[in-house]
């Protein structure tokens, strides 16, 4: 019975370690294959689970924003540029019809598969706490909470990666 205690406290510490090791490993590949400039090409909304009637309206008119943001982004009119830099800093950039209306700045990581962002100009990051739910060497999409309800209701943003000279 002792040696089963002890194989078994074994088994859960290795288990844990490793699963520690893993998410660390995880988190340095995907800091590795973040780090460049990204370009957005589309966005979607996705609900999970039951949606309050109250968010039911406020769902929908998210909804006809995001089919407008896909059509500018496609048309070029509209560009939403990230930087992540091997120095850690980064750079997100709003354009509409070539003129910059959003700029934010900052210092970046990766904890757990969520970017985790310190801008150094404004109080608030739009990108802290974003998860990273996919990432390869051309693209990566990551999630956004939209509404702070019980509701689960998601923005995925999914980017594309930039020439090193652009």
């Known amino acids: 019975m002792k040696n089963l205690k002890a194989i078994t406290a074994l088994f859960i510490f290795t288990f844990i370690i490793s699963f520690h090791i893993n998410a660390q490993t995880a988190d340095s590949t995907?800091?590795?294959m973040l780090t460049g400039k990204w370009t957005a090409v589309s966005v979607k909304l996705e609900t999970k689970g039951k949606i309050i009637d109250e968010l039911r309206t406020e769902i929908q008119i998210t909804n006809s924003k995001i089919n407008q943001t896909n059509k500018s982004l496609k048309s070029g009119s509209l560009k939403m540029i990230l930087e992540f830099k091997a120095d850690k800093k980064?750079?997100?950039r709003l354009i509409e019809n070539d003129s910059a209306f959003y700029t934010?700045?900052?210092s970046w990581r990766i904890k757990d598969a969520v970017l985790k962002t310190k801008p150094t100009?404004?109080?608030e990051s739009?990108?802290?706490g974003n998860k990273i739910k996919r990432i390869?060497?051309?693209n990566f999409v990551q999630r956004v909470?939209?509404?702070t309800s019980d509701a689960e209701v998601y923005e995925y943003i999914e980017s594309e990666k930039?020439?090193?000279?652009e």
């Open 104 to 106: 934010e700045n900052g």
């Open 136 to 138: 390869n060497i051309v």
């Open 126 to 128: 739009l990108l802290d």
């Open 30 to 32: 995907i800091t590795r």
């Open 162 to 165: 930039l020439p090193d000279d």
């Open 90 to 92: 980064y750079t997100y």
């Open 145 to 147: 909470s939209v509404f």
């Open 121 to 123: 100009d404004q109080k």
